[in-house]
């Protein structure tokens, strides 16, 4: 194998004609990558993709060749995957009005030039949801864009096909998730396509680095949300001043057993099955 690429989070090995995506415990904020591991957190991500990539089946196919046909020394945490052609575009499903979208409405009245209604507070549930995509930056942060941008970028029909899917998948996450007592209140989707042109789901899936996940139960608009997802580290990031430039804040152990508290919480209440870190 030859590791072809190594992200914030996954590292990508070549394979022959397949790709090994491997989840580390690296975890990032603002597109900055901090010096402390969370320990067990790429075998959530993992496991939990793959859970979900099994309920998506009737809404689109993904990239997954094999979760088991990988080096040992990978095991429970890398998927043997298919090469696509990536679609240029991070797709964005957005069901309640927080983090970048909120600033955007307050600003605007509109997210990714979608206009939305008056009146709406932070952690409004929308009246649908909504295609919120934006820029797939190599280097530095994503930027929200328009459907239009889209239509630009890959022609009307894949940017047709990419909302209609992106929401389908969110309606279906958001859904499943609802039944067992969470709500998902946004998600980020990846797309590419196979060698035959088909649209495949590729990446992660509704996992708490990609997705922000709230306890139905204590749910209340007008204010932030208890979260099982990234919100907690990056609250705690502002709380200790950092600017959010290179390099990052360590994460002490309170906060660090706290942040995989939550995410092995989150696997064990939409499986139904405990993963231990």
């Known amino acids: 194998m030859k590791l072809i690429h190594s992200g914030k989070v996954r590292d990508v090995y070549a394979d022959g004609d397949d790709l090994l995506l491997v989840a580390s415990d690296r975890v990032s904020i603002y597109d900055v990558i901090l010096p402390t591991p969370v320990p067990g957190k790429g075998r959530v991500l993992t496991q939990l993709s793959l859970w979900w990539f099994s309920r998506l089946t009737g809404i689109i196919g993904n990239h997954v060749i094999s979760a088991t046909d990988v080096p040992p020394e990978f095991s429970g945490r890398a998927i043997r995957c298919q090469r696509l052609d990536m679609i240029p575009v991070e797709c964005i499903a957005r069901g309640y009005l927080t983090g970048l979208g909120l600033a955007a409405y307050q600003e605007s009245g509109a997210v990714s030039g979608v206009p939305l209604p008056p009146g709406l507070v932070e952690s409004s549930r929308l009246p649908e949801p909504v295609f919120t995509p934006t820029t797939k930056a190599a280097a530095g942060h994503d930027e929200p864009i328009t459907f239009d941008q889209v239509t630009d970028l890959v022609g009307a029909e894949t940017a047709a096909e990419l909302r209609r899917v ?51 139960d204590s749910y209340s608009p007008g204010r932030p949300q208890r979260s099982y997802d990234k919100q907690y580290l990056r609250d705690w990031s502002t709380s200790v001043g950092w600017d959010r430039t290179p390099p990052g804040p360590d994460i002490p152990d309170d906060v660090l057993q706290v942040l995989t508290s939550r995410y092995l919480d989150l696997y064990e209440m939409l499986t139904g099955q405990r993963l231990d870190a």
């Open 166 to 216: 992106t929401l389908e998948v969110y309606r279906r996450g958001a859904q499943t998730a609802a039944e067992r007592g969470i709500i998902v209140a946004d998600t980020k989707l990846e797309f590419g396509r196979a060698k035959d042109g088909t649209l495949v789901l590729a990446d992660e899936v509704l996992t708490p680095d990609s997705s922000r996940f709230w306890p139905a």
